[in-house]
């Protein structure tokens, strides 16, 4: 079963959010992420992980009339921004909520376990259609 587990960030607070780290603290997240993608990876689990810039370099893209593209910084829709994702591949939906843990207890500024809000979405499995 196909799941992405994703961790958000609201785009007003990044800045803030992301200088609260020391130097030592980001290491420490790092490592942490580390350990899980490895952990992840050498149970066969991991399809795909990726941590992502903040705000700032966000696109939106639209069509313009001629369908070219018309592209304008920052994100489409105020509010939360995601920070990063996994994609895995597990057998229930209970080793999906227990990764989506292991994510939220990253630790945070201090060392403390920052308990953020993780998402869970169940990707659907598609056939590929022939012509």
């Known amino acids: 079963m196909l799941y ?4 958000n960030v609201d785009a007003a607070e990044w800045d803030s959010v992301m200088s609260s780290y020391s130097q030592d603290d980001m290491q420490a997240m790092f490592a942490h992420m580390e350990d899980l993608n490895n952990e992840l990876t050498s149970a066969g689990e991991m ?3 990726r941590g992502l810039g903040g705000p700032s370099l966000a696109k939106t893209v639209r069509a313009d009339s ?3 593209p018309r592209v304008t910084d920052g994100q489409a829709v105020k509010g939360p921004i995601l920070a990063g994702y996994w994609v895995v591949d597990v057998k229930s939906e209970e080793r999906a909520y227990e990764i989506a843990a292991r994510a939220s207890a990253c630790p945070g500024p201090g060392g403390t ?3 953020d809000p993780v998402e869970v979405h169940p990707l659907p ?6 012509a």
């Open 4 to 7: 992405m587990i994703q961790m």
């Open 47 to 49: 399809v795909e992980a």
């Open 66 to 68: 001629d369908g070219k």
């Open 113 to 115: 376990p920052g308990n």
């Open 125 to 130: 499995e598609y056939e590929p259609t022939t």
